[in-house]
Nanobody
Framework: QVQLVESGGGLVQAGGSLRLSCAAS????????MGWYRQAPGKQRELVGS???????NYAGSAKGRFTIATDNAKKTVYLQMNSLKPEDTAVYYC???????????????WGQGTQVTVSS
């Protein structure tokens, strides 16, 4: 089983910055994708951005130019640096990974427990 543990959420004023971290642990053979989703009250969960193992990134339009995803492969950790935060960025942020526990078999999707980010105006 793969566990994802997030940290770094909190309350910040508009225009401020936060950095979220997510560490993967457990039985991990390989990680294909790591990334972040978010869910605001009354809304569906949406992609913030993701990073493929080959190094390419994918960002939601709302995140481009303000958010950056990076990984530390040795630590199996993914980071989300969020700058120029806006009140509409307020949401629970979830870490996501697509990983294989064993060499055989397909990859599975794993989720963290979520961390609250609140941006005040």
């Amino acid at each position: 089983q793969v566990q994802l543990v997030e940290s770094g959420g909190g309350l910040v004023q508009a225009g401020g910055s936060l950095r979220l971290s997510c560490a993967a642990s457990g039985t991990i053979f390989s990680i294909n994708v790591m990334g972040w989703y978010r869910q605001a009250p009354g809304k569906q969960r949406e992609l913030v951005g993701s990073l493929l193992s080959i190094g390419s990134t994918n960002y939601a339009g709302s995140a481009k130019g303000r958010f950056t995803i990076a990984t530390d492969n040795a630590k199996k950790t993914v980071y989300l640096q969020m700058n120029s935060l806006k009140p509409e960025d307020t949401a629970v942020y979830y870490c996501y990974a697509r990983a294989r526990e064993l060499p055989s078999g397909g990859p599975n999707d794993y989720w963290g427990q979520g961390t609250q980010v609140t941006v005040s105006s």
